[in-house]
């Protein structure tokens, strides 16, 4: 199976602080990837390489065939991301959110209307489309944002910590549609969590990152078997230690949303 992600000795330097240290590894295309790691461990900063928020200081990474720094636009086209923070227009309604997200995919109008509804729907969100975002709760924002980033049916779905603030059933429902979409249009998964019973169960290989360089890579069960511990959440702590980490990483989600967007062709 063919890689639709290859990351080749990627750094990214900010000033004096490393961020990311020369990591290397892939993602074959249909995967389900998890990418884990402490907070301020390197999680974001990569995910924002990938998705052409931020060029690496040195290195290579390959998306679906290009490369981020030199075919932007090639790349953000092949996937969808939900982003940490929210990242959706408050004051626009939830169908407006999604029908700007499709306009600026250039995904075509009836196409996009059935679309549109068929995601609504899924998140249980259709009769609340002509509602304005700013009033909706937490969970129902979440829910709106992974229906958006779905819309143009990307070849690989970002999702860094797409459940947070999620109910268990919400979760369950998320992940249940994920994987059907995974099955059937072999989308590729990559995801960050902190839930790691979510990791244990959906991801078919597990990256660990801490203080930016892989420290381990596998399925779950071979992190389990190396770390020897009965539990993924144990062997993530026997990687990664005890301690309790402050969030070094970070930038606005609307900051991010609008480089991403400005820089898809209209």
Do not use: C
């Not at 000795?9 to 990418?35: Q, R």
């Amino acid at each position: 199976m063919a890689n639709i992600i290859e990351i080749k000795n990627i750094t990214k330097k900010f000033g004096a602080d490393t961020a990311v240290n020369d990591v290397t590894f892939s993602v074959k295309a249909g995967e389900i990837f998890a990418f884990l790691g402490p907070n301020g461990a390197g999680k974001s900063t990569t995910i924002k390489m990938l998705t052409t928020l931020l060029s690496p200081t040195s290195g290579k990474i390959i998306v679906d065939g290009h490369d981020p720094a030199i075919e932007p636009d090639k790349v953000r086209r092949s996937f969808g991301i939900v982003f940490q923070d929210p990242s959706l227009d408050d004051e626009l309604t939830a169908y407006e959110n999604m029908d700007f997200h499709g306009i600026l995919y250039d995904v075509p109008g009836d196409i996009r209307k059935v679309r549109i509804r068929q995601l609504l729907e899924f998140v249980e969100l259709w009769d609340r489309r002509g509602s304005l975002v700013k009033e909706f709760s937490g969970g129902m924002k979440r829910r709106l944002e992974i229906a958006r980033g779905l819309l143009h049916h990307p070849k690989v779905f970002f999702l860094d910590e797409p459940t947070l603030g999620l109910d268990p059933q919400t979760r369950n429902h998320m992940w249940n549609y994920l994987s059907d979409l995974n099955r059937l249009e072999n989308t590729t998964i990559f995801f960050t969590t902190h839930y790691m019973e979510e990791a244990e169960q959906m991801a078919q290989r597990i990256a660990i990152i801490d203080h930016g360089k892989i420290i381990a890579i596998g399925a779950p069960a071979e992190l389990k078997e190396t770390t020897g511990k009965e539990s993924l959440e144990e062997a993530f702590l026997a990687l990664t230690g005890t301690a309790i980490r402050d969030e070094a990483e970070g930038n606005s989600a609307n900051a991010m949303r609008m480089r991403m967007w400005h820089g898809v062709k209209r």
